[in-house]
């Protein structure tokens, strides 16, 4: 994928960037001499950085799958800035999809080539912007202020060149590389790029070709998916181009309500290189010699950007003395003036992409550093740290270099005395789950602070915390009360650098007092703006029914047990004795929609109505009665109350049978990947949790067989080497724990369950993890000492969180049935609530 071979001997790794001349010999030699010297026995991989492959989960839809939606590029550990190709669609792209066709070429709309927008299987390129969400699932978000090095003569308005067939440049990937903080291309134009990025910066190096115009295009309205407005204006004298985007816009696709602008972005390019002429565009009509534009593109008549729309400048450039052009960018979503702040800031004047490029591949080794492993497995490596590379790419930093940041309220904000920063973009329903739990594992200082940004856009909003936030704006997107989940997942790994009280005092009045957007249908179903949608019938009825404001009642239902456990354990650690008291009751609501004679032989948890009757037209395997999931992928979605479910199940036998039926299809084969939605589909939030359900059953074996069946399947180290969507790194982090025979399965609470890791030796916070027999190929447990002493228990507490803790494994080729089995061997389940007969 990258233009380098690695020889990795133990904890060496010498890296040859044109392998086609290394001698045979040369590499025997290398061999023999570290042989000699012992530098081959196993060790702490080491600089993981080199060992991230940018590329990994980029392929959009590969094979009929849609495959992690990353984007490669310059950015640093939760940075502001993620500078990066954006690219575009092309007749052979559209060929196998006629409703792109449609849109694209019949209706002349615009949308990226895949949400972040990088596509492996693309050949163009429009532009490289400076901000992408990695992972998204919607059509794209942000991808801000492309611009283009074009050698082309200006023949038209961009605005109306369909599928940017014109003002593009192609591309191969043999010539495109990229690692942690740098990015390069060279473009079929001629032009080398090559980019990288500070916090909140950006540098980038045009080399021009020669005997080609040197012309660079600002595409300012240009965001991912539109724009309401747009203004740039070019500084000849001072080498200087600003302005700034306002978009949005985020699923906009989906519904009208999130149709709608809630940022702008302030931005500041300085060139090195003289301007000779001018240009601008504004919808169809093309002006040189103009140094203005305003103007953006519309999001449509549904959330699509139409053709004609927007505007932009261009600059031709005097390369004649120097064919390399140097641009800085800064950014700010406050003012110009903090864009310009940001760059001087973080940026000397004659500072060096290459020494930018190498702070931030630091940045990135000390934090991939967080985490050890121990493994002669190459592949292996490159998954697992480009796993935590993705992990750990958002929330981004939102406050500029001088503590200033908008706010919700549509106001100007400094942060707070004892807060670093002010972060956004928060996937509420997908992180909550364990990309939270991981960043704090890492980092509780920066967890905490994530935890009052939270709580900052909460009480800017009034109150009601959303589930899904892009930068300054809430979008409504998914369902449940994620941000409950998320606040009792940072206290509980560690995060309390906050105000704790504040928050929780916030989520319990959203918890129980209904507001007008709970009780309002406002832009239900995807994007419901309130909080917790007919709180009202969770207050009365005791579910969500099916004549609600949410996005399918028996979704939200289970959604809200889990947010109300969490806020027990919340209110626990604060001593509130009787809040925890009653909320954990709450959170056995779940089981008033099982419904044990669902189907003929089979009980499912099923939508109700508001008079209590069941919602007809069952199915299990219906991928629509649910959100992203089927009744037979949310039966599991029981964290916290295992052994309840076993219960109302009908045993340990019954529920591990249908755990297999789960996970196996009829004749055995493994059923991991959206075959049919009556089977698991690891690739999504959904099932994720469910391999981890077996420990209730006492067949911990289960457990380590499907969760390694799962990384051997599905994960890789190539391009389509991410199942489904990453989500803003939640695949990721669940990829994460999993090789390291972690996870974090309780919401609220930081006790770990436990199945065989994937490496012989590894470290993540307090936790360090010695397996034998992983060389072997072995993937069971046959015996655990925990802090030296043997355990046959299928979890550990929450003593790591400020404790050492040694787990030692002893792995072996057959599955041992006892260990994990007995009832106090298995992970701790709370359940307080009665079935009303």
Known sequence: MTNRTFLHLGRNTIIFSKPEFINLKLWLLVVVCLSWAGICQAGWVEDPASHVDPFIGTAGVYSHRQTGNTVPGAVRPFGMVSFGPEHVYTEELLAESDNL???????????????????????????????????????????DVPVLPFTGEMLHSPDTDLLDAYYSAGFSHDDEQARPGYYQVRLDNGVNVELSATERSGIALFTYPESEPSRLLIRSAYSQLGSSDAVTEVNVAAGEITGSVTSGNFCGYLGDFNRRSYYTLYFVLELDAPILKVGSWEDDQITPGVSQATGGTTYGERGIPPLGKGSGVWVDLDTSKNKVVTMRAGISYVSLENARLNLTAEQQESESLESISARGYAAWNETLSRVKIESSDHSKITTFYTALYHSLFHPNLFSDVNGEYFGFDGETHRVAEGQGAQYANFSGWDVYRSQLQLVTILDQDRASDIAQSLFNQASQYGGVWDRWTHNSGATGVMSGDPSTIAIANFVAFGARDFDMEGAYASLEQAATVPTAYDLSDEGCPVFCRGQRPSLDQWLSLNYISDQ?????????????????????????????????????????????????EATDSLGFIQGRNRDGTWKKDFDPANGGLFVEGSPAQYLWMVPFDGAGLVKTIGGDAAMGSRLDSFFHKPDGAWALFRDETQFSDMSNQPSINSPWMYLFTGEAFKTQETVHETLQQLWNDSASGIPG????????????????????????RSDLVLSSPAFSSARIGNITIKAKGVTDGYIYVDSLKVNGKKSTKSWIGEAHVGSPVLLEYELGEKANRNWGKFAEDRPPSFSVFQLQE
Request: overall charge positive; some cysteine.
């Open 725 to 748: 969507q990453d989500d803003l790194g939640q695949m990721s982090s669940w990829y994460v724990f999993s090789s390291l025979g972690l996870y974090p399965l309780y919401p609220g």
């Open 101 to 143: 066709r449609e849109l694209l070429l019949e209706k002349k709309g615009r949308v990226p080539v895949a949400p972040g927008g990088y596509n492996y299987a693309a050949s163009r390129v429009r532009g490289f912007s400076l901000t992408r969400l990695s992972g998204t699932g919607c059509l794209g978000a942000s991808g």
């Open 548 to 596: 609600s404001n949410s996005w399918e009642g028996a979704s939200e239902t289970l959604e809200l047990a889990s947010a109300d456990f969490a806020l027990s354990q919340f209110a626990k650690r604060l001593g509130r004795s009787a809040a925890h008291d009653r909320f954990l009751e709450r959170s056995g609501y779940w089981k008033n929609l099982f419904n044990p």
